[in-house]
């Protein structure tokens, strides 16, 4: 066995565990930490047919009694109406006060179902089980979920810390090349904020054998944040590094360029720009660049800057009259900048490669 745990020390606490091949053992870890109650699991179409069977026989072997709810695959199904239909479903179920939710799946069904947990009488017990890497070193951690309003992403939510999250990153192996990469952009983040170290895991293209190891790294850092800033209302905020201009690609793509796809531009572009203007050490940009091309990940964008700006100034993450970027100073460093509405066209300008 070579367990790897994180605690993350918010509320009560509660531990990642990361393992290879965990996952028909998974009803160990939910009895121990949800003890003898009845369980809804919920999971999108395809991770269903992959690994739905698995964990409903783990959890059989510890004799807990289950329930699965199935959705259709796709950021399309986060949306207020599935939300209804997890809260019908858990209701007709009669799940009580003391029983729990697993989201077994992406960010998606971690949003989805952490939604429905925080809400459902009140909130209860609700356990992630993340199998895409995104969720994996980013969205399983966090508390922090979502669905999707006509208007924009993510633009109604709650917090919702789980009480246990379980990884297996065996389950990894059945992504396709690019789930692989949309989430790789997401983990060379931390490296990027946080890491020399781990960023010379993706330099060097160490990941074979070690993804285990840097999924430990990445939540650890994100819980070290999260555990300062929970509400996200300060330092959490470096966590968007590459998102100000990411989140604006998406959005002019009409969402056809994924999210890890968008964050991977834009976190190179905010690399150039701090280096243009003399916030960022000199060669940032190129290490950043040449690690997010050995993946196929993207480095700039053909968006022009203008609608950029435009896409960028209708975020919610825009406070008053100030747009605060994430820039690097160097690899392992980076640092909140105040850009002003005014100034953020001229600050993707900086950013493209010219
Ligand atoms: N809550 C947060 O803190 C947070 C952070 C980042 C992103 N997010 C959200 O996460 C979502 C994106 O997450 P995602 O990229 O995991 O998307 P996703 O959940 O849609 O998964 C991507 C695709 O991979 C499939 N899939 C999942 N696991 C698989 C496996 N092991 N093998 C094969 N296929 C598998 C899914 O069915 C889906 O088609 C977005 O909605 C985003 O807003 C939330
Ligand atoms: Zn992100």
């Excluded at 924009?152 to 990894?172: E, R």
């Excluded at 999924?215 to 968007?240: P, Q, S």
């Excluded at 919610?316 to 640092?335: D, H, L, S, Y």
């Amino acid at each position: 066995m070579n367990r790897r745990t994180v605690t993350i020390k918010v509320n009560k606490g509660y531990d990642v565990i990361i393992e290879n091949g965990i996952l028909p053992n998974c009803g160990k870890i939910v009895k121990e930490t949800a003890g003898d109650c009845r369980i809804a699991v919920i999971a999108d179409s395809n991770v269903a047919n992959l690994y739905l069977k698995t964990v409903l026989s783990s959890l059989a072997e510890e004799k807990l009694q289950t329930e699965h709810y199935i959705f259709d695959a796709g950021e399309k199904s986060k949306t207020i109406s599935t939300l209804a239909d997890i809260l019908e479903f858990l209701a007709d179920k009669k799940l009580s006060r003391s029983d729990t939710v697993i989201a077994l799946g992406g960010g998606v069904t971690g949003d989805i179902a952490g939604f429905a947990a925080s809400v459902y009488l009140r909130g209860v017990k609700f356990i992630q089980i993340p199998t895409t890497l995104l969720s994996a070193v980013d969205s399983s951690v966090g508390g922090k979920t979502a669905v999707d309003l006509n208007a924009g992403k993510n633009l109604a939510g709650t917090f919702k810390q789980p009480d246990a999250v379980i990884c297996d990153p065996k389950t990894l192996s059945t992504l396709s090349e690019k789930e692989f990469s949309n989430g790789l952009a997401e983990a060379i983040k931390y490296g990027v904020l946080f890491s020399e170290e781990l960023f010379e895991y993706f330099e060097n293209d160490r990941l074979e054998d070690n993804l285990d190891e840097i999924i430990e790294k990445c939540v650890a850092f994100k819980g070290k944040i999260i555990e300062k800033d929970e509400f996200d209302t300060g330092e959490r905020k470096l966590l968007n590094l590459g998102h100000t201009i990411g989140h604006a690609i998406e959005k002019c793509s009409n969402y056809t360029i994924s999210h890890g796809f968008a964050v991977a531009s834009g976190m190179a572009m905010a690399a150039r720009a701090g280096e243009k203007m003399g916030i960022t050490q000199a060669g940032t940009a190129e290490a950043i660049e040449k690690a997010l091309e050995k993946y196929s990940l993207p480095t700039d964008t053909s968006f022009d800057p203008c609608s950029l700006a435009s896409c960028a100034l209708s975020d919610k993450k825009r406070a008053g009259e100030t747009i605060t970027a994430v820039i690097p100073e160097r690899i392992g460093k980076c640092r909140l900048h105040g850009i002003s509405v005014g100034e953020l066209e001229d600050f993707i300008k900086k950013g493209k490669k010219q």
